[in-house]
Nanobody
Framework: VQLQASGGGLVQPGGSLRLSCAASGFTLDDYAIGWFRQAPGKEREGVSCISSSDGSTYYANSVKGRFTISRDNAKNTVYLQMNSLKPEDTAVYYC????????????????WGQGTQVTVSS
């Protein structure tokens, strides 16, 4: 059972990236999938989540209107499209899976990806 996060990189302010969270060993659409991020010296925070039941999506206020979460069940993958990136979006981004509903409590998540670095800088 594994989650693999990828797609991070260095981008200029105003740029875009698409992160991917691919699952192996289990069916992703049985789980709510959350994206979290952690900047140096800060706590891990919830960024976005997509539910398993009806595909409802949730976003932190800081990313609303700029980030879009989606899932492709055929590819067993969840994506986070990040547009209009800002320097304050710089962090390691993690995806996580839970059988519960979308939650900001990181202890509710059963599986975690390894993280992918996003750096927004000119």
């Amino acid at each position: 059972v594994q989650l693999q996060a990828s797609g991070g990189g260095l981008v200029q302010p105003g740029g875009s990236l698409r992160l991917s969270c691919a699952a192996s060993g289990f069916t992703l659409d049985d789980y709510a999938i959350g994206w979290f991020r952690q900047a140096p010296g800060k706590e891990r925070e919830g960024v976005s989540c997509i539910s398993s039941s009806d595909g409802s999506t949730y976003y932190a206020n800081s990313v609303k209107g700029r980030f879009t979460i989606s899932r492709d069940n055929a590819k067993n993958t969840v994506y986070l499209q990040m547009n209009s990136l800002k320097p304050e979006d710089t962090a390691v981004y993690y995806c996580a899976a839970t059988l519960e509903s979308c939650h900001n409590d990181i202890t509710e998540y059963d599986y975690w990806g390894q993280g992918t670095q996003v750096t927004v800088s000119s």
